[in-house]
């Protein structure tokens, strides 16, 4: 059974920055697509960024040129950088990995969707303030 972990959220001021990073293990397919959301609350949950084996990533436009989604395939990790961070990027942040079944599908564009993520982690909280 696939787990992923995250760590890394924390109370920042605007403008501050702070790393996520999801360990994922039980992983044994060697291909993968992995992705970050967010869940405010009394909003839906959002897709932020993702990235594949490939390493082909996808950032929502609400943080694009803020954040980063990178991956150590060693340590079977994956990272999100933000930086600028503002009050709306508060959240709980969730990271997700790829149902097999639709390895095909994100293989060019990782998706934002998360219809197609089947393992989720248990959330990091980020909390921005003004």
């Known amino acids: 059974q696939v787990q992923l972990v995250e760590s890394g959220g924390g109370s920042v001021q605007s403008g501050g920055s702070l790393r996520l990073s999801c360990e994922a293990s039980?992983?044994?397919?060697?291909?993968?697509?992995m992705a970050w959301f967010r869940h405010a609350p009394g909003q839906e949950r959002e897709g932020v960024s993702a990235i594949n084996s490939d390493d082909n990533t996808n950032y929502a436009d609400s943080v694009q040129g803020r954040f980063t989604i990178s991956q150590d395939n060693a340590k079977n990790t994956v990272y999100l950088q933000m930086n600028s961070l503002k009050p709306e990027d508060t959240a709980m942040y969730y990271c997700a990995a790829v149902a097999p079944r639709y390895f095909m599908a994100v293989r060019r564009t990782p998706s934002l969707s998360e219809d197609v993520y089947a393992y989720w982690g248990q959330g990091t909280q980020v909390t921005v303030s003004s």
């Open positions: 039980a992983f044994t397919y060697t291909w993968y697509s």
